[in-house]
């Protein structure tokens, strides 16, 4: 990855982890920075801390912190590389997903505010995330992944709308979740 992105690999291929820079809205940093020691642990054997787990970690976005951007790339750097170094003996494929975890996931999920910009419609995706949670529990019809893929919301330009590329990369990671139900 480049240096801009504050990924660095050293020529041996170890990963270095360094501070992403600080912009008006962003994650959490001290979130970050404990989520990064433990990634290091990892790295360093010394930790039981898995890419699934990384992945599924959700940050709080907040003034003053980390961008965005950038700690995604850094985090999804360290999935692949966690990945890569896992343990040989499981099984070959991925893990089911359970659903019990994936309505804990998506009830969880945090999007920030589109604020002066054009953003998705707060009643569409809460609507939309409500429908696959009920089709997860059963009384509704299940949604698909091609549904998640597919799902258009209204845009909001001024009023309470979220940050479009945040839902999309969620709706993304949601998606190839219910492929592995």
């Known amino acids: 990855m480049t240096k801009g992105s504050r990924v660095v690999v050293k020529t041996g291929g170890r990963l270095l982890l360094t501070r992403p820079p600080v912009v008006m809205r962003g994650y959490d940093r001290a979130q970050v920075d404990a989520l990064l020691e433990r990634i290091g642990k990892a ?17 709080d976005v907040v003034m003053r912190g980390y961008d965005r951007r950038v700690v995604d790339e850094l985090l999804m750097e360290c999935v692949r590389r966690l990945r890569a170094s896992g ?73 309470a709308a979220y940050d479009e590329g945040e839902v999309d990369r969620f709706l993304e990671q949601l998606a190839v979740a219910l492929e592995r139900r």
């Not at 801390?49 to 959700?58: I, S």
């Not at 054009?118 to 698909?144: I, K």
């Open 87 to 159: 343990p040989r003996t499981r099984r070959a494929g991925r893990p089911r997903a359970n659903p019990e975890w994936l309505i804990g996931w998506i009830q969880s999920a945090r999007f920030g505010r589109a604020g002066l910009r054009t953003g998705y419609d707060v009643r569409d995706v809460d609507a939309f995330l409500d429908r696959v949670v009920a089709g997860l529990r059963g009384p509704a019809a299940p949604v698909a992944a091609s549904d998640v893929r597919e799902c258009a919301f209204r845009t909001v330009r001024f009023g």
């Open 43 to 59: 790295f360093d054997g010394d930790g039981g801390l898995t890419a699934e787990e990384v992945r599924g970690t959700r940050l």
